[in-house]
């Protein structure tokens, strides 16, 4: 299932489609993009750490919006 990702700092904003076991480059970082069959996104790297009700390392300095399925937008 596709999932939408977009990623903000204080200066730019990006957005990417990608799939559930995809490794992307997010904030600087290399980002496991992980999906449950439920549809809740966690973002997992090195120094990183996103989901919906937690977030440490380099996602501090960053604003996500993350959501499965896209045909939902």
Do not use: C, H, Y
Not at 1 to 27: C, H, K, N, Y
Not at 37 to 55: K, M, T
């Amino acid at each position: 299932m596709p999932i939408w990702v977009e990623l903000s700092d204080e200066s730019q904003r990006r957005a990417m489609v990608t799939f559930s076991g995809q490794r992307v480059m997010l904030g600087g970082e290399r980002v496991e993009v992980l999906a449950d069959p439920s549809g809740r996104v966690l973002l997992i790297g090195d120094r990183f750490f996103w989901s919906p009700d937690a977030q440490t390392g380099a996602a501090n300095n960053l604003g996500f919006r993350v959501q499965t399925p896209i045909g939902k937008l």
